[in-house]
């Protein structure tokens, strides 16, 4: 495995460390979790995608309403 050296401010440090899970865990550990984490966070799953396609396909419809309408029908201010 090729090292490299980088240089972290203090802060960034520090906030690494608050991420590890164990005292010896190394900052490599950390960030690599940290990024699979991001990436996972930024795939959508197939059943979101469906249900942002329907809601878009009843925007386009016309099935929606107003929150002034939503509180009209049921009587609220």
Known sequence: ?????????KKIKNDLRKQMNHP???YETVI???????????????ATIKNIEDGVADIK???????????????LK
Request: hydrophobic share 25%; proline share 0%.
């Open 1 to 9: 495995m090729e090292q490299s050296t980088i240089k972290l401010s």
């Open 24 to 26: 010896r865990e190394t």
């Open 32 to 46: 690599t979790r940290l990024l699979k984490n991001t990436q996972e966070d930024d795939t959508l799953s197939k």
């Open 61 to 75: 419809a016309g099935c929606v309403y107003t929150s002034e309408q939503v509180k009209k029908k049921l009587g």
